[in-house]
């Protein structure tokens, strides 16, 4: 049926295609700490009616000007997250900022979820939100998917 020549070499084909298949990439660790002091690229929603009436659902990945991305689930349906990159000039992020520095040798900060209160006249708002720190790092899904996406590298390739 088979001679040992053809398993021999059927065996050596599969060794090496293996290793022109398995990339170099870098781990997770190491993507976070080479983005930890660069600008970042942040998912941003593309508004079709700037007056908020309407929006097409789509995003673009912005240019590489932000220190942060911001991803908020919805609060009334998980498979739904909202996103945007971060202006931290308006407000004070040293702390947030400070927490993703504290990143050592085998150790990083992936994302930082917070739950906020808000006063709105009388009433209070409550949201959570998560920042991260890398290149499209807030994928516009629903919550696992955010957080599942980002246990990994971010991809070199253009989103």
Not at 14 to 20: L, Q
Not at 59 to 76: G, Q, T
């Amino acid at each position: 049926m088979f001679s040992r020549t053809g398993i021999l070499v059927s065996c050596f084909f599969i060794a090496t295609s293996g290793f022109n298949v398995r990339s170099s990439a870098k781990n997770t660790i190491q993507d976070a700490h080479e983005q930890l002091t660069k600008k970042i690229k942040c998912w941003e929603p593309i508004e079709e009616n700037f007056a908020g009436n309407h929006f097409s659902g789509e995003h673009r990945l912005s240019e590489r000007i932000y220190d942060l991305c911001s991803y908020m689930p919805d609060s009334k349906d998980s498979n739904k997250g909202y996103v945007n990159g971060v202006d931290t000039t308006g407000d004070d992020y040293t702390n947030v900022l400070n927490i993703f520095h504290t990143a050592g040798q085998g150790y990083a900060m992936l994302n930082v979820c917070l739950q906020e209160a808000l006063q709105i006249g009388r009433s209070t708002q409550v949201a959570m939100r998560c920042m991260c720190k890398r290149d499209g790092c807030n994928l516009p899904k629903g919550l696992t998917t955010f957080l599942d996406y980002n246990k990994l590298p971010m991809p070199v390739t253009s989103f």
